[in-house]
């Protein structure tokens, strides 16, 4: 069911014609019944005006409000109608019923749920998300209650977003809960907005507002992951030492400085990746002779 915008009377003219025929109406009454009392007749003409005041008194019915950035479902016995977004006063058929939804933006924060992330590690999540609702009709009556809808979908999603990734990662390639945050939270975003696109929901923002181990692990898993980024250092390290022995040994080649065969080329290298692997700092020795005595 989609959604159908419609117009309704603006309520001001009709309250003042409404008021003015309620009055008329009770001075119509008052004055057929002194005119009865006084032998003129005026039954009917009192059940005339009574009808017309009863019925005015319905038609006042029809007058609601429509605040701003809202929209107000209207329905005739249970059929829907159309939906009203002119602000204002407004006036519709008095046995219209007639529910305001509104449209402004909402946000509201997700419980701190506990899952397993991609690689099974117990963590706490959360999340905050921006949403609004866009249309009416399918907010009123596609879900039961659309905002408990949007609460308990938005945990679905997040749970599911949880086990997509792990919580961390050292390697480039992989995408991570910590590491990634961007791309993380629109994954999260479109992920819900598939979810409650059938209640006529759109999402503006869905980012992950706390992200940490569950307590049990916490503590091994911080010695992991200091572990992991020292395994990770060393790598980047000896990655860059060979590459920095591998420029020195060409330019000296290129450069004819000096010759060295394969025991001298050996020599060096080793003394090269101690000085730039080494975690303190080294202490230079003079070789006076040479490496073959």
């Not at 001001?12 to 009865?36: N, Q, T």
């Not at 920095?244 to 060295?260: G, R, Y």
């Amino acid at each position: 069911m989609k959604e159908k915008l419609i117009s309704a009377m603006n309520g001001v003219g009709s309250l003042v014609v409404l008021l003015a025929l309620l009055a008329y109406s009770c001075y119509a009454i008052v004055a057929a019944i002194i005119a009865a009392k006084h032998g003129d007749g005026g039954a009917l003409a009192i059940l005339l005006w009574c009808g017309v005041l009863v019925a005015d008194l319905v038609a006042l019915g029809g007058l609601f409000v429509v605040q701003p950035n809202h929209g107000v479902v209207l329905q005739l016995f249970g059929r829907y109608v159309g939906t009203v977004r002119d602000e204002g006063l407004r006036f519709a058929n008095p046995f219209y019923s007639k529910k305001p939804v509104s449209l402004r933006v909402r946000n509201f924060e997700t419980n701190k749920l506990k899952v397993n992330d991609q690689d099974g590690n117990p963590v706490e999540i959360g999340a905050v998300v921006v949403w609004k609702v866009v249309d009416t009709a399918q907010a009123v009556f596609q879900v039961d209650d659309y905002e408990n809808y949007v609460h308990v979908q938005s945990e679905a999603a997040m749970r599911n977003l949880a086990t997509a990734y792990p919580y961390d990662s050292h390697e480039e390639h992989v995408m991570s809960l910590r590491g990634h945050t961007a791309a993380v939270a629109e994954h999260l975003k479109k992920e819900i907005h598939e979810r409650l696109e059938v209640a006529g929901v759109d999402i503006l923002e869905a980012r992950i507002s706390h992200l940490a181990y569950a307590p049990e692990i916490a503590a091994a898993m911080l010695q992991r992951q200091q572990a992991g980024a020292i395994i990770a250092a060393r790598q980047k390290i000896v990655e860059g030492a060979v590459g920095m022995v591998e420029m020195a040994l060409e330019m000296l080649a290129k450069n004819k400085v000096v010759t060295l065969d394969e025991e001298r080329k050996a020599a060096m290298v080793s003394n090269l990746l101690v000085v730039l692997c080494g975690e303190r700092a080294t202490q230079p020795v003079v070789n006076t002779g040479t490496i073959y005595h």
